[in-house]
């Protein structure tokens, strides 16, 4: 027996898999709260990219994914890596690729993203006010899929498409560049999202982006995020290794 939960059928005796995240179905039809995971998701935006494999290395046994930012200078005024650096980090580590796309046509680039070594492909609301053609596109693509939103752009306009995502991106900065300070207003979107995500039973993902540290994590998480990308915080550390020690240990203190 199938059935469809967001973009694709699944088999009602493997468990009902809803954001990325395989959990017990309990019978047909009924879907229980996930529990979901605190993860932290350093962002190679803040490490020295003169030894990256090196700075990935360091702290891969301490985070559970790796977030890149894809930045095209168009939709973002900055420009920062693209498909060779992500092959060639894909055989040091076997950590998650979590990409973020802060690009006006990242679905061009599906394809080349999964040869590449990605796992997950987030886009932003800005750029597809109706996504759930591109979120067809990668799917198709054999990509996760996630949508992310900027600080001025209300929760409302993710709010009809929750069903098609992996993970919810609610950025608390605005994108571009690293370093810039936590904007504490996102949190009432984190909020928001995570009522939505829980009351259709998703084991969707929420994450969090930009101006993360020990400081703020827990706050984060008491919204409802799970997923914490921290650059500065880790890679600008004197011990990176220390620094998500540190927040994990406000997370789950």
Do not use: W
């Amino acid at each position: 027996m199938s059935f469809l939960v967001g973009r694709q059928y699944y088999e009602t005796t493997q468990g009902a898999r809803r954001g990325g995240r395989i959990h017990d179905a309990g019978s047909p039809g009924i879907y229980p709260r996930p529990v979901t995971r605190n993860q932290i998701a350093p962002s190679i935006l803040a490490a020295d990219f003169s030894r990256l494999g090196e700075e990935v290395r360091r702290v891969e046994a301490e985070v559970d994914l790796l977030h890149i930012d894809v930045m095209d200078g168009h939709f973002v005024p900055n420009v920062s890596l693209g498909i060779p650096v992500i092959a060639s980090l894909r055989p040091v580590t076997e950590l998650k690729f979590d990409c973020h796309l802060m690009m006006s046509n990242p679905d061009a680039y599906f394809e080349p993203l999964k040869a590449a070594g990605a796992d997950l492909a987030t886009v932003h609301m800005e750029v597809f006010p109706n996504p759930e053609p591109v979120a067809r596109q990668a799917g198709a693509a054999g990509l996760e899929f996630g949508l992310a939103i900027n600080p001025p752009t209300p929760y409302a306009a993710l709010d009809p498409f929750v069903e098609l995502c992996d993970l919810l991106l609610v950025m608390s900065v605005n994108p571009g560049f690293g370093g810039q300070a936590f904007i504490e207003e996102v949190l009432a979107k984190v909020e928001m999202a995570r009522k939505r995500v829980d009351s259709l039973g998703l084991a969707t993902d929420i994450e969090v982006d930009g101006g993360i540290g020990p400081e703020n994590i827990r706050r984060a998480r008491d919204a409802g995020a799970n997923v914490f990308v921290a650059g500065s915080s880790v890679f600008s550390a004197d011990d990176p290794v220390a620094a998500v020690a540190a927040m994990r240990k406000a997370v789950e203190g």
